[in-house]
T-cell receptor, first 111, second 111 residues
Framework: DADVTQTPRNRITKTGKRIMLECSQTKGHDRMYWYRQDPGLGLRLIYYSFDVKDINKGEISDGYSVSRQAQAKFSLSLESAIPNQTALYFC??????????FGPGTRLTVL | TQLLEQSPQFLSIQEGENLTVYCNSSSVFSSLQWYRQEPGEGPVLLVTVVTGGEVKKLKRLTFQFGDARKDSSLHITAAQPGDTGLYLCAGKPGDGNMLTFGGGTRLMVKP
């Protein structure tokens, strides 16, 4: 079984809809991250959490919110999706500031 | 402007050729990581370099961290089709705790 799982894997939605992306991990790591990936831009950090109830903004947090309900779960919400939020979204975990372990990604399309 | 610039962005070569991918910055990093990402999957860590001038080898892959810890290179000898993928460098700034990713180099090795 995968250590970091993301649901859904693919989602198509319309402008203005609320979307939630879920991430779960079985690695027991304290730190969790949400990134978005766009062609040629690598991975950009949206939000990160070092522990339950700890939430920190990343490079591109506008238009997004997160919730760290438990050590193993970190969800990303788009309150009112817009087309330029069409991207590949990755969740990752780490033990301290070391190697990050990524989920398989969620491909989100906003029409 | 990205903190980490990767070049080239795209590279298409024949099996058996050698290649070098570069990751450059004007900033100093306390450590630098290289990840490889295959289609439909999240990035997977290949190596972490922490000391200026450090060279690490992973089979046919050679990673080097610049003396000033501002740049890095990845050299692949006798590339194989299985080396195809997106190569991402990620640095941890000297005064920070988060990884910053480069834009990636998309490599295709043709049989």
């Amino acid at each position: 079984d995968a250590d970091v799982t993301q649901t859904p894997r693919n989602r198509i939605t319309k402008t203005g809809k609320r979307i939630m992306l879920e991430c779960s991990q079985t690695k027991g790591h304290d730190r969790m991250y949400w990134y978005r990936q766009d062609p040629g831009l690598g991975l950009r950090l949206i939000y990160y959490s070092f522990d339950v109830k700890d939430i920190n903004k990343g490079e591109i947090s506008d238009g997004y919110s997160v919730s760290r309900q438990a050590q193993a779960k970190f969800s990303l919400s788009l309150e009112s999706a817009i087309p330029n939020q069409t991207a590949l979204y990755f969740c990752a975990t780490s033990e301290g500031g070391n190697e990050q372990f990524f989920g398989p990604g969620t491909r989100l399309t906003v029409l | 402007t990205q903190l980490l610039e990767q070049s080239p962005q795209f590279l298409s070569i024949q099996e058996g050729e050698n290649l070098t991918v570069y990751c450059n910055s004007s900033s100093v990093f306390s450590s630098l990581q290289w990840y490889r990402q295959e289609p439909g999957e999240g990035p997977v860590l290949l190596v972490t370099v922490v000391t200026g001038g450090e060279v690490k080898k992973l089979k046919r892959l050679t990673f080097q961290f610049g003396d000033a810890r501002k740049d890095s290179s990845l050299h692949i000898t006798a590339a194989q089709p299985g080396d195809t993928g997106l190569y991402l460098c990620a640095g941890k700034p000297g005064d920070g705790n988060m990884l910053t990713f480069g834009g990636g180099t998309r490599l295709m090795v043709k049989p």
